[in-house]
């Protein structure tokens, strides 16, 4: 299927995990894909990134919590294709621990990347979606990477919690405002569940440092046994649902909630 043929799409957080497998999904559409992360632009992950995904794709390094790297993202896009379809703001980290034990650089670093980060690319490229949500069928498309820990709460990971249900949010009011504003521009989260990404293993390790099980196999089997469909996903069973939300396809959905969890949040 080439439903994104021609469209210009912007990836944060995309050289690994979620990130990588949408752009992945979105070049395979037929969309040119910049991806953006902390990587320096030599690295070797990027070159081997790029080197897989062809000459659809494209790459620049930015720190999401920067208002600079978005002018300079904003203003490669305007010099370079002149447009922007659809953004994906993928970029996140997390933080978890008993609420006493949280630190206050620790609660802002969280909500620096996990929200500012998407507020900070929905500011600075809004005008330029416009203009080419405009000029496509079903209009531009923002994708909010949330997680099903922005809509359900769980134990010690009260931080990421609340970052998760701002993007939440924050996109169900820019559904509403643009819809009402009648501009040609779509916004939905994405809500994963317990997908098997470099994050998700940092995390299950920093469990198992803290004595909470012996080796991160451990919370793996609990997670699958904990998950309706029985396993973990995959990061590319992330990418459809992405690529539908971002096509003509989803032209009358904005301000919805796109789980995909394996029944996690049905329970």
Same mark, same amino acid.
């Given at each position: 299927?080439?439903?994104?043929?021609?469209?210009? #799409?912007?990836?944060?957080?995309?050289?690994?995990?979620?990130?990588?497998?949408? #752009?992945?999904?979105?070049?395979?559409?037929? #969309?040119?894909?910049?991806?953006?992360?902390?990587?320096?632009?030599?690295?070797? @992950? *990027?070159?081997?990134?790029?080197?897989?995904?062809?000459?659809?794709? @494209?790459?620049?390094?930015?720190?999401?919590?920067?208002?600079?790297?978005?002018?300079?993202?904003?203003?490669?896009?305007?010099?370079?294709? !002149?447009?922007?379809?659809?953004?994906?703001?993928?970029?996140?980290?997390?933080?978890?621990?008993?609420?006493?034990?949280?630190?206050?650089? !620790?609660?802002?670093?969280?909500?620096?990347?996990?929200?500012?980060?998407?507020?900070?690319?929905?500011?600075?490229?809004?005008?330029?979606?416009?203009?080419?949500?405009?000029?496509?069928?079903?209009?531009?498309?923002?994708?909010?990477?949330?997680?099903?820990?922005?809509?359900?709460?769980?134990?010690?990971?009260?931080?990421?919690?609340?970052?998760?249900?701002? *993007?939440?949010?924050?996109?169900?009011?820019?559904?509403?405002?643009? #819809?009402?504003?009648?501009?040609?521009?779509?916004?939905?989260?994405?809500?994963?569940?317990?997908?098997?990404?470099?994050?998700?293993?940092?995390?299950?390790?920093?469990?198992?440092?803290?004595?909470?099980?012996?080796?991160?196999?451990?919370?793996?089997?609990?997670?699958?046994?904990?998950?309706?469909? !029985?396993?973990?996903?995959?990061?590319?069973?992330?990418?459809?649902?992405?690529?539908?939300?971002?096509?003509?396809?989803?032209?009358?959905?904005?301000?919805?909630?796109?789980?995909?969890? !394996?029944?996690?949040?049905?329970?």
């Amino acid at each position: 299927m080439n439903r994104l043929e021609g469209r210009i #799409a912007l990836v944060t957080g995309g050289l690994r995990g979620i990130g990588l497998a949408i #752009a992945t999904r979105f070049v395979a559409e037929g #969309a040119h894909v910049v991806l953006t992360d902390l990587d320096a632009a030599g690295s070797e @992950t *990027v070159r081997n990134v790029l080197e897989t995904l062809g000459n659809r794709a @494209t790459y620049i390094a930015a720190n999401v919590t920067s208002e600079d790297d978005w002018n300079g993202i904003e203003a490669h896009l305007r010099e370079h294709f !002149g447009a922007l379809h659809i953004l994906v703001s993928n970029a996140g980290t997390d933080l978890t621990g008993p609420v006493e034990s949280l630190t206050l650089d !620790g609660w802002r670093k969280i909500m620096s990347i996990n929200v500012d980060g998407v507020f900070l690319g929905v500011r600075t490229l809004v005008p330029l979606m416009a203009e080419s949500g405009a000029k496509v069928a079903g209009g531009a498309s923002i994708i909010n990477v949330s997680s099903i820990m922005g809509i359900v709460g769980y134990s010690e990971v009260s931080a990421y919690n609340a970052s998760k249900g701002a *993007v939440r949010m924050f996109t169900k009011g820019l559904a509403v405002e643009f #819809a009402q504003k009648r501009m040609p521009i779509r916004a939905n989260s994405l809500h994963p569940g317990f997908v098997k990404t470099p994050l998700l293993n940092a995390g299950f390790q920093r469990w198992v440092d803290k004595g909470f099980a012996e080796k991160p196999e451990d919370l793996v089997a609990a997670m699958e046994g904990a998950t309706p469909i !029985g396993r973990l996903a995959e990061p590319e069973e992330l990418a459809g649902p992405v690529a539908f939300l971002a096509s003509a396809d989803a032209s009358y959905v904005t301000g919805a909630e796109m789980v995909v969890d !394996g029944g996690w949040t049905a329970q």
